[in-house]
């Protein structure tokens, strides 16, 4: 029975895609079976692994959206990492939110795709798009914990109340599971004191929902990026590679039972 | 009659809000009328000119969008920085995909807002959210050009065929006055050879439509979102406040007649 774990802030370019491979990666390399869904439209997590975009005939996260029904363990693509598969993104993504819109389950569209999957994989790791949409919603909904990457960034902090208040709402109608959320700091740089500054506010004002790994700002993560992998395959000895596997080491003794 | 220039990009974080904030305000210094409309629900750009969230009291760019002929010029609010109005952004914007669905005219809601507002100002700019859903739609078929923020980072360069494909759509079904794309590298870092690279590529593949000015990563942009002001007024000689105005005077060159 997978433990799902929600990447989202609706704030853009925060680490999401960035983490939610790096964690799904890391807890595959740690020898539990991985399922990573892309919900974005971009696909950046899907190509990151290799993996074209879903079509009709190889159908992905999309197709499981508007089909829930007929989801298919197959459509779990394996990935070159050992243990890893992908639920692939496609452009179709971008007008699913509007597609579904006349739908009365369109919150919960997610939920019946993970129940056809959970019985496969160990944990399911749901990479959400920039905003608080129809797509992060139904993440939110069906997940069991959220992690959510906020750099240390004025703007990115601005948007923290508006994604908290928006799960417990979710709490309150008893519409997710979720009952503490979890705060990842990406792109810190300790050497910039108004950064320093906030990440140990939010440190401060969250308390021990903030994970005590930190990932820094790093060329390695760019690097990495570039050639389509993981910072663990390219600059194993890199600040960045050590605190993404620190972060999931922190994640599975939070989630996992015993 | 003002000249509208819509600030997109689908890809989260590149840039877009400080961009538009910054080349509004400089073209404001420099003696144009300017209106810049926050058509994010994060209303970062509201926020950062010292403005509070529009209400139904003070209406705003979601309030322009679902009454399209109630537009006042008193809603174009005056900022601290002289020849600069925002017609702030609020929360219901992260709705009003939704609310707008079923309208036939959902992707021309802007032009006549901006219609309603052109001849007060010299320049109008739009901030738009990080997807390529109604609002930028709107945006792109209501401007007269569009400026691209692009870091030098893979998934930003896999998105630019997206956005470019888009207003090509646009411009074959004769609904956008958009020719050309004007592209701002953004949060370049000139020591990191994978960024140095992709920026030398933009250039090689974009030719002119690459502003010359080059805005790099720079804690001087940081600390002044967190002080809620343009870097101008914090750190006039930072690379980052010359780059701005240089940019600036490119796309007044590029745009004004004479
Ligand atoms: N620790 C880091 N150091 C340097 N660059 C990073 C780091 N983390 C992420 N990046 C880069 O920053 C950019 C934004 O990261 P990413 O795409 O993962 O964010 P996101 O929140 O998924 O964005 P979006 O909101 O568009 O989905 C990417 O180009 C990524 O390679
Ligand atoms: N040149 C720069 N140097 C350092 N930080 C920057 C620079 N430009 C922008 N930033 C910071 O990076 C973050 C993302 O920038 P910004 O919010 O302007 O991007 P955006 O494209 O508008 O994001 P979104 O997609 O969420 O609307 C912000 O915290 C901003 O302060
Ligand atoms: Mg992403
Ligand atoms: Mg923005």
Known sequence: ????????????????????????????????????????SQANATTALGIPEATAELPGSYHALVNSDDVSPRWAQATACPNLSVLASSLEMA?????????????????????????????????????????????????????????????????MARLTSTIERLNDAGQTRIDRSMILITMAENWAPAKMKRALEMRRTHGDAVLVAEIPHSNAIDEASGERTAVYFT???????????????????????G
Not at 119 to 128: A, N, P, Q
Not at 235 to 257: Q, V
């Open 1 to 40: 029975m997978a433990i799902t774990v929600a990447v989202s802030n609706q704030k853009g370019g925060v680490g999401k895609t960035t983490t939610a491979l790096h964690l799904a990666v890391a807890t595959a390399l740690a020898g539990r079976r991985v399922l990573l869904i892309d919900l974005d």
């Open 235 to 257: 600059r194993p000895n890199a600040d960045a590679s050590e605190n993404y596997l620190r972060a999931t080491a922190e994640l599975i003794m939070r989630n996992e039972p």
């Open 95 to 159: 007008g699913v939110e509007l597609e579904l819109s006349g739908e009365t389950d369109r919150l919960h569209r997610l939920r019946p795709v993970i129940a056809a999957l959970a019985d496969s994989f160990d944990w399911i790791f749901l990479d959400c798009p920039p905003s608080l949409g129809i797509l992060s919603v139904n993440a939110l909904i069906a997940a069991d914990t959220v992690l959510v990457p906020v750099p240390p960034e004025q703007y990115a902090l601005d948007g």
